[in-house]
């Protein structure tokens, strides 16, 4: 692997422009109008896993967005590498806090990337760090490095759930039959201190509908007289948090796992100052569950949040309105053991149940997926470790992370391997959110340590 920081480095400018290239197709799964891009990406990624040296490239047809499947077997006997990615990216909106467009990609500095980072929707999440291990084989394969076979899964639906994703793992398990499936499509906690995430969070997305008189009403002639959605609504999810914060579903948290003080303080090591994560959102101070950090509410412990509300009149001016509906998206983000069929039953029931007299309530389950934790004392995990010692110079610090990566626990069940999660995002990148960018650094250290975990992986195996 002595060649790789060189090969990075000459190939630095071309690496940076085929990003861009990738960048520019507005692949948005959730919109339907998008529909012939993101179709458009999906051919994109094949061609350059046909360029970087992959035998065999098809697009496998789903009844949702095709997903990519390519592999490089250079011996039965060695262990296989599954790489998994997503090509689509989520909707750009709201559009006009963006400071460049979305699919213009654009290098520009920031605080944290002086070196420059690419702005555009899915420049982190997933576009830029998928195309890291495309690189990555390209190096493997021009300089006879590969140690190992290597199978990619790069699907477009990641941001919709992975529905159609997971009938094509359950039926193509032969198929996929890997030692070891490595995702890069996290974080790490610094440019300086590199990490590997142990854990994602489990997640249960509902949509509630709260139901009062027949038609919109004058909130004069009967306000004060009927149940009021909307008011209702905001009564009812207020009551799902306790003063602690705690969530109120009976059962919610039946099935968590207790982390012991041990791991707790072991948690507590990782480089963290609460004064830069408030500087950084604008905030006076950090909001949550009581008895727990920061780290441990937006990782270690489950969650319900509001993602949108409406009803009503919105527009400008007032009216003076009763609304007939009110409507809510609810995501609980679940750890470890919690079940998420069995969350959104309870959260089905529980809603159900508070609601008052004078209205109706529908909840209506979106998607959902299990949480996942996986053990450092893996070969994958000790590989992924050492690869990292490799090109930081410093060993990666274990962290569970927040988000999810639904289709993660569902690798686990049916194709029996350990995923590795080998993130170089950073929180500041603003996945999901307006400006998102990658910083170049980390989009070039991901290709350089990338082929060192297929040389250790290989070697420990
Ligand atoms: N790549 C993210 C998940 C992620 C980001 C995990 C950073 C850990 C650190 C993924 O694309 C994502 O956005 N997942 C969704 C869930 C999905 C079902 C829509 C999420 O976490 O909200
Ligand atoms: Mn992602
Ligand atoms: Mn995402």
């Keep these: 692997m002595k060649n790789i920081t060189s090969y990075v480095q000459d190939n630095k400018q071309r690496f940076i422009d085929e990003l861009i290239e990738l960048l520019k197709i507005p692949s948005i799964s ?5 529909k012939n891009d993101t179709i458009k990406t999906a051919d994109a990624v094949a061609k350059s896993l046909t360029k970087a040296g992959c035998d065999v490239v098809e697009i496998c047809e ?39 467009p979305p699919f213009e990609p654009v290098i520009k500095e920031t605080k944290l990337h002086p070196e420059g980072a690419i702005f555009a929707r899915g420049a982190c999440d997933d576009k830029g760090q998928m195309y890291m291990h495309v690189k990555a084989l390209e190096y493997m394969t021009k300089h006879g490095e590969l140690p190992c076979n290597v199978k990619f899964m790069i699907e477009g ?3 919709v759930g992975s529905v159609n994703l997971g009938k094509f793992v359950k039926q193509n398990q032969e198929k996929l ?7 890069s499509d996290t974080g790490m906690i610094a ?6 995430t142990t854990g994602l969070r489990g997640l249960s997305y509902v949509e509630v509908e709260v139901t009062g008189p027949n038609r919109d009403l004058h909130s ?3 306000g004060g007289a009927v149940a009021n959605p909307i008011n ?15 969530i109120t579903i009976p059962g919610f948290y039946d099935n968590v796992e207790e982390l012991s003080q041990d791991e707790r303080a072991q948690m507590a090591k990782a480089p963290f100052s609460l004064e830069s994560y408030k500087e950084a959102l604008d905030i006076d101070a950090v909001y949550g569950e009581k008895g727990y950090t920061t780290n441990e509410r937006n990782s270690i412990r489950p969650t319900l949040d509001v993602n949108g509300i409406w009803g009503g009149y919105t527009g400008e001016g007032a009216k003076t309105v009763i609304a007939s509906k009110a409507y809510a998206k609810i995501s609980m983000r679940l750890v470890p053991n919690q079940d998420w069929e069995n969350i959104t039953t309870l959260f089905k029931n529980h809603f159900e149940s508070i609601a008052p007299k004078g209205v109706t309530v529908k909840v209506t389950p979106h998607h959902g997926g299990q949480g996942y934790v996986t053990p450092i004392d893996s070969i994958g995990y000790q590989a992924a470790s050492k690869a990292y010692e490799q090109t930081f110079g410093k060993t990666p610090i274990p962290q569970r992370s927040g988000g999810s990566i639904p289709i993660v626990s569902l690798f686990e069940q049916e194709l029996k391997s350990k995923t590795i999660l080998m993130g170089f995002g950073l929180d500041s990148d603003a996945i999901h959110s307006p400006n998102e960018h990658f910083g170049i650094w980390n989009y070039l250290k991901g290709i350089e340590t990338i082929p060192y975990f297929y040389k250790y992986f290989t070697e420990l195996s």
Excluded: R
């Design 177 to 183: 039959a890997n030692d070891v499936i490595l995702i």
């Design 232 to 246: 209702v609504l905001a009564k009812m999810i207020a009551s799902l948090h306790d003063e602690n914060n705690h």
């Design 30 to 34: 959730a919109d339907s109008a998008y």
């Design 191 to 196: 440019k300086d201190v590199p990490s590997i």
């Design 157 to 159: 639906e990641e941001e």
């Design 62 to 100: 789903t009844d949702g967005y095709p997903i990519i499947y390519a592999h490089k077997i250079i011996d039965k006997n060695l262990p296989t590498v599954l790489v998994y990615g997503h090509y689509d990216v989520q909707p750009p909106d709201p559009l006009d806090l963006w400071t460049s």
């Design 220 to 222: 004069g002639l009967y």
